[in-house]
């Protein structure tokens, strides 16, 4: 073992595989998770027959390499899916992408849409425009912009999209040409995720146990509680100490300015300018037998408390027993305004059935999560701030990665691969 102390903080994919790679690379490293298990929100559990993830966790390959990796950590046990997404609008349900299936809405709507679309897409829009909201406007016209993109964003972001920058967008918005709109193209095939693997047996935890397998020094129950720099020493809730030469922090970067002590006043504001929005994920399994097979559908519209529900039992047969269905919802909220959860449950329940996605929610197995960091918000301080607060804990030996570490908009493979190269750096 090379004689270089790593922490890492936090046992989710991101943390699971900087411990890996150190471990290949003979560093020595101890990883210290919160819960009493690891897997952070790529967990599941079994209740009643039905297998439930920690909302709806889909695995989507843009990397070739890292996609071999996971798959050959799998080791069989996974399903490669074509994907069956849709959108609900104007009472229907049409494909998605909507910018790609204007031809199946209102033939009013679909006259709009198209109308308005920019003849010429403006290749700079992303680093043009003022904000989000008025990039959908330029990328889209305003008939899309105004019919799927921006009720869609408001819902899932809960957060003033004239407040947002856009130059998250790339890869993860799907921008067709002008023919592709005009002609009614066939989108199947647009967008980063229109295939989709997930796990044959176990939902998506077995994920993170074949990426745990072999790795050493996994410690469950263990929060830290204190960062002391000047001392290189962490203080666990178990009152332990712990000395470091570096730290790998996968645990959601704002939780950092809690634990590190004498943080100087400008890191602190810094910390403070961090926003975030909440995730209510309701998981149910249902008495019904599965009659749909979509695999999940977008809700913009306002009269809809979720923006998206998914279906488990389309990801694998084993996620629910033979004939019934399950199925997830996800609600958004702005960070530390959680609303009244059996309201909002209520709702929800209401809503399933009024879209018919679910004829009988009443008598089920239900399963709650309620998620406090959701996706972090790309407002205007986002930039200044995590560039600040990266420069700062980098020159501290502390290296966040992940989704939640590095304060991205991260799928589960990228997760994975920033884990492997930030193990890479020592």
């Known amino acids: 073992m090379i004689k270089r102390k790593v922490i890492i903080l936090g046992g989710g994919l991101a943390g699971l595989s900087a411990a890996r790679r150190l471990q290949e690379r003979k560093i020595s490293c101890q990883l210290f998770e919160k819960e009493d298990e690891i897997g952070g929100l790529c967990r599941s559990k079994t209740k009643g027959g039905f297998t439930f993830d920690r909302t709806g966790h889909l ?64 290749q700079e829009s992303r680093k043009n425009s003022a904000h989000f909201c008025e990039w959908l406007r330029v990328t889209f016209g305003e008939g899309i912009a105004r019919h799927f993109f921006i009720p869609y964003n408001k819902k899932f972001w809960a957060y003033p999209l004239e407040d947002m920058t856009a130059y998250w967008t790339s890869g993860f918005v799907p921008v067709p040409t002008s023919s592709q709109v005009y002609n009614g193209a066939n989108g199947e095939k647009t967008g980063y995720n229109h295939t989709f693997w997930y796990p044959k047996k176990g939902g998506i935890a077995t994920l993170t146990e074949a990426l745990s397998k072999g790795v050493r020094n996994i410690h469950t129950g263990c929060e830290a509680e204190e960062i002391n720099l000047s001392k290189k020493e962490i203080r666990l809730c178990t009152g332990d100490k712990e000395k470091f030469n570096y730290i790998i922090s996968t645990i959601p970067l704002p939780e950092l300015a809690h634990i590190i002590k004498d943080l100087p006043l400008k890191i602190r504001n810094l910390f403070d300018k961090l926003r975030w929005n909440s995730i209510l994920n309701v998981n149910l399994g249902l008495n019904t037998e599965a009659e749909f097979l979509r695999n999940w559908v977008y809700f913009p519209e306002p009269e809809f408390s979720f923006y998206r529900v998914g279906f488990y039992h389309t990801f694998s047969p084993h996620l629910a027993p033979l004939g019934r269905a399950s199925l997830y919802a996800e609600f958004a909220y702005p960070m530390n305004h959680m609303p009244d959860q059996e309201r909002i449950i209520g ?80």
């Open 347 to 426: 709702r929800i329940k209401r809503d399933l059935k009024r879209s018919g996605l679910a004829v009988s929610v009443d008598s089920c197995v239900q399963d709650i999560n309620n998620i406090h960091y959701g996706y972090p918000i790309y407002d205007q301080n986002y930039q200044p701030s995590v560039k600040g607060l990266m420069d700062y804990l980098h020159s501290k030996n502390i290296f966040p990665c992940g989704r939640y570490g590095s304060w991205r908009y991260f799928s589960m493979s990228d997760t994975v691969l920033d884990g492997q190269k930030v193990a890479s750096l020592f």
């Open 59 to 122: 695995l989507h390959f843009r990397d070739k390499t890292t996609g071999n990796f996971m798959r050959s950590l799998l080791d069989g046990n996974i399903i490669e899916h074509k994907r069956k997404a849709w959108v609900y609008t104007n009472g229907r349900y049409i494909h998605y992408p909507f910018q790609m299936y204007l031809h199946e809405l209102p033939p009013v709507i679909a006259e709009e849409c198209m109308g308005s679309f920019p003849k010429l897409r403006r």
